[in-house]
């Protein structure tokens, strides 16, 4: 059950509070992507990266940042400003753009 | 940019029998469909994919079928199991991955 790493499994935000999601890959895959999922809207994609020290925004890029100074590492930080933040987070890696390989989660919560 | 629809969001089968989810995309420039399964409480895996010079493809009791005129593309489960019962994604790629909503799969013993 190696290859693409999440953590933490579970994470409370309080109000105000920036969190940073981690994503760590050993897969040697050049690509990697955040996806948000809701229950009944599927995954929508936040950032994607294709190459180090290069990243693009998806479909719902708003309220999140993201970095990419390492292949393996695509962490995500969810800022204030992202007001609607409680949703499981799957971050994801691919040699290609095609085959995704999907970490386990984390489910983010706001007390 | 692309959208996918994913039809429909919940699917009740007996076990034994078929059960079909269908998709469609709108950016003809798609070139690649795959499908992912996820078990509650863990990550969606790719079950089967299919690229748009193939209309169809099969591996075991799935299939998936690709019409490109129609923009449309189908996952077929046959002799559906206990085990079958899951959420089911669609996806197609022009530059990025884009998912369909989701079929939620329950096969009934």
């Known amino acids: 059950d190696g290859g693409i790493t999440q953590s933490p499994k579970y994470l409370f935000r309080k109000e105000g509070q920036n969190v940073t999601l981690s994503c760590e890959q050993n897969?040697?895959?050049?690509?990697m992507y955040w996806y948000r999922q809701d229950p009944g809207q599927g995954l929508r994609l936040i950032y994607y990266?294709?190459?180090?020290?290069?990243?693009q925004k998806g479909d719902i890029a708003e309220g999140y940042s993201v970095s990419r100074e390492k292949k393996e590492s695509f962490p995500l930080t969810v800022t204030s400003a992202q007001k609607n933040p409680t949703a499981f987070y799957l971050c994801?890696?691919?040699?290609?753009?095609?085959?995704?390989?999907f970490g386990s989660g984390t489910q983010l919560s706001v007390l | 940019g692309e959208n996918v629809e994913q039809h429909p969001s919940t699917l009740s089968v007996q076990e034994g029998d078929s059960a079909v989810i269908k998709c469609t995309y709108s950016?003809?420039?798609?070139?690649?469909f795959p499908w992912y399964k996820q078990e509650l409480g863990k990550r969606p895996q790719l079950i089967i994919d299919?690229?748009?010079?193939?209309g169809e493809k099969k591996d075991q009791r799935i299939a998936v079928t690709l019409n490109k005129t129609a923009k449309h593309f189908s996952l077929h489960i046959t002799e559906t199991q206990p085990e079958d019962s899951a959420v089911y994604f669609c996806?197609?790629?022009?530059?990025?991955?884009?998912f369909g909503t989701g079929t939620r799969l329950q096969v009934f013993p």
């Open positions: 994801a890696s691919s040699s290609g753009s095609e085959k995704l390989f």
């Open positions: 897969l040697n895959h050049d690509a």
């Open positions: 990266s294709q190459i180090v020290n290069d990243f």
């Open positions: 950016d003809s420039a798609s070139n690649y």
């Open positions: 299919i690229r748009s010079n193939v």
């Open positions: 996806a197609a790629i022009t530059d990025k991955l884009i």
